[in-house]
């Protein structure tokens, strides 16, 4: 587990890992918050199952008051993104971005309609009241069908969800003196088998990789586990993109 760390930071704009929060359980999966900074607004990104939202908000609390949150990003549609929703839209606000497909089937987490914006299938630009520009980019079927992205173009940061996620053992993380995967050969075992078994075929992987390599990424911010930057981050862009997963795996007879 880590404390917040800043990504990316200027004047007006800030890019923040706020921490990897664990849900409490042995078999649960630890996962990443991000908040963007910008004008004095803030943007969630992903903000947490029901269980680590205390968490998330302690350290969020550090940089910005729940009143003067604008927008809150959901990349899909799992409980250890949406989980937590209904606390921070009682604290918030904020408009709810989320794919098309799926907001239907938020009210089933106790939510109402009216505060949420559809993210359509092809993704897009948004612009937020403080003069932030956020694109949209489509990550569908890795692994949920609406999957979206979010790259911030001031930070040069991709927000890529599931994409990229991986499982590292604690006594593995505490040889990490940041959050960055050092070496992606090394970092390969702890991000493979979530790949091969939660991306749904190596055609969506493909798809994803033309799509992102189109953009000027300094840093690729998954929802779990290490960041990916530098040689790493194009190491992995060049894995992924050969990767059999998913139906790709069936034995046909």
């Known amino acids: 587990m880590h404390n917040d760390i800043t990504l990316f930071n200027d004047e007006s704009h800030r890019f923040i890992l706020l921490n990897e929060s664990d849900p409490g359980d042995e078999d649960g999966i630890p996962s990443n918050q991000y908040l963007i900074l910008h004008n004095g607004k803030g943007t969630l990104l992903d903000p947490g199952g029901f269980g680590v939202m205390p968490q998330v908000l302690n350290v969020m609390l550090q940089y910005i008051?729940?009143?003067?949150?604008?927008?809150?990003?959901?990349?899909?549609?799992?409980?250890?993104?949406?989980?937590?929703?209904?606390?921070?839209?009682?604290?918030?606000?904020?408009?709810?971005?989320?794919?098309?497909?799926?907001?239907?089937?938020?009210?089933?987490?106790g939510l109402t309609h009216m505060r949420f914006v559809d993210i359509p299938d092809e993704g897009g630009n948004i612009t937020l009241n403080s003069g932030l520009t956020l694109s949209f980019i489509p990550a569908h079927f890795l692994h949920s069908p609406g999957q979206i992205n979010v790259y911030d173009p001031l930070s040069k940061i991709l927000f890529s969800?599931?994409?990229?996620?991986?499982?590292?053992?604690?006594?593995?993380?505490?040889?990490?003196?940041?959050?960055?995967?050092?070496?992606?050969?090394t970092h390969r075992q702890f991000t493979e088998g979530f790949h091969k078994r939660y991306m749904a075929s190596n055609r969506a992987l493909r798809y994803w990789v033309q799509q992102v390599r189109k953009l000027d990424i300094d840093i690729i911010a998954p929802q779990h586990g290490l960041l990916y930057r530098g040689q790493v981050k194009d190491d992995f862009l060049d894995w992924v993109y050969d990767l059999p997963c998913g139906s790709d795996l069936f034995e046909l007879d």
């Open 161 to 185: 969800g599931d994409v990229g996620a991986s499982l590292v053992p604690l006594d593995e993380k505490a040889n990490h003196a940041d959050v960055f995967a050092q070496n992606f050969s």
């Open 65 to 109: 008051q729940p009143q003067d949150i604008e927008a809150i990003v959901l990349s899909h549609q799992d409980p250890d993104i949406v989980g937590g929703l209904s606390s921070w839209m009682r604290l918030t606000s904020a408009k709810v971005f989320a794919s098309r497909i799926w907001r239907r089937f938020l009210p089933h987490y």
